[in-house]
């Protein structure tokens, strides 16, 4: 369903992340040095912050504080799932060899692009199930065959990014100078004024983020058909990721199995889907089987064990390779 949340507070909400982004952009602006672990790490809980302080507001004024529990579930949900944009983010970045200040300057520009792309189809995404119940059954389908799709892939590699089509027009099209020019997207060549490469990496970046939508926002109207509740988790998750990028964006080779816990949580959040499709269409027990209705705090408990289960198990994984290469090392 459509949120049934006043126009005045969809105002406010919209106001107040434009501030936030505005705000961002003057940070940006004013830095004069790259990202050290220390800035991304005060950034980091600064922005999970203000999701937690978002999400108590919810808690407080929302009946039962239904929208606070769907709001923490999508929130955790696009933030895990956003993890894995990082993986392509780093191959980008090296792919293109962005000089180091002007990556932030980059990601920047490219979530802002990609929050506006996202905003398009989360609306569409809400009138579409507003109009057809059966849209659950798209949405869960989808996303049970992702969740196959990403547990077959195995870990990240470089072939998670290839330039497509439209950047190869952009390339052809634009008139782009060969090298850098700092963090600057426009320069001038022999008094001539020329994009840099920069431009081409934003789109990049964008089009990478607008793709992982494709997955991410039907998995968020697996928790939640308030178009409201969808809109602000995604800008929250968003908002935080170009830190979140500085902060472990080294760590990231670590996290091994990654893809099979975001594999097992989408599987979920897609059967989740279905089943309520079947329950939207009065079908409450399949034979002998009863289809189980699945609450928010199931649901959030589910996601929450799954990426702790995953994120322990790959750092012990990790770890006993290290040390297994060390010792080989020292034979």
Do not use: C
Not at 103 to 127: E, H, N, P, W
Request: charged share 15%.
């Amino acid at each position: 369903m459509v949120s049934a949340v006043p126009t005045h507070v969809w105002i406010i909400t919209v106001i107040g992340l434009l501030a936030i982004v505005a705000f961002d952009l003057i940070v940006i602006a004013r830095r004069k040095h790259t990202v050290t672990i220390k800035d991304a790490t005060r950034w980091v809980l600064f922005y999970v912050g203000l999701a937690g302080l978002f999400a108590a507001v919810l808690f407080l004024f929302s009946p039962g504080g239904a929208s606070g529990s769907e709001f923490v579930a999508g929130y955790i949900t696009e933030y895990s799932l956003s993890v894995d944009n990082l993986f392509v983010f780093v191959i980008i970045m090296a792919r293109f060899a962005v000089p180091s200040l002007a990556q932030d300057k980059v990601l920047y520009i490219g979530i802002v692009v990609s929050m506006l792309l996202r905003a398009i189809f989360i609306l569409a995404g809400a009138a579409a199930i507003a109009a057809a119940s059966w849209v659950f059954y798209i949405f869960g389908a989808f996303l049970v065959y992702t969740a196959v799709r990403l547990a077959l892939e195995g870990e990240n590699d470089e072939t998670d990014f290839q330039e497509n089509a439209v950047l190869r027009g952009m390339r052809r099209v634009l008139p782009l100078q060969h090298d850098y020019d700092g963090a600057k997207l426009i320069s001038k060549v022999d008094g001539k004024r020329m994009l840099t490469p920069l431009v081409i990496v934003i789109a990049a970046i964008g089009m990478a983020n607008v793709i992982f939508a494709l997955d991410s926002i039907p998995a968020i109207f697996g928790l939640t058909q308030d178009a409201y509740v969808v809109l602000t988790a995604n800008a929250f998750a968003l908002m935080g990721l170009r830190q979140l990028y500085f902060l472990i964006g080294g760590l990231l080779e670590r996290v091994i199995y990654l893809n099979v816990g975001l594999s097992v949580i989408l599987a979920f959040i897609g059967v989740k889907l279905i089943i309520e499709a079947l329950h939207g269409s009065h079908i409450d027990d399949i034979g002998a089987i009863h289809l189980p209705h699945i609450g928010i705090l199931t649901s959030l408990g589910f996601i929450a064990g799954t990426l702790l289960v995953t994120t322990v198990a790959s750092l012990i994984k990790s770890g006993y390779d290290r040390r297994r290469v060390s010792t080989d090392e020292s034979v």
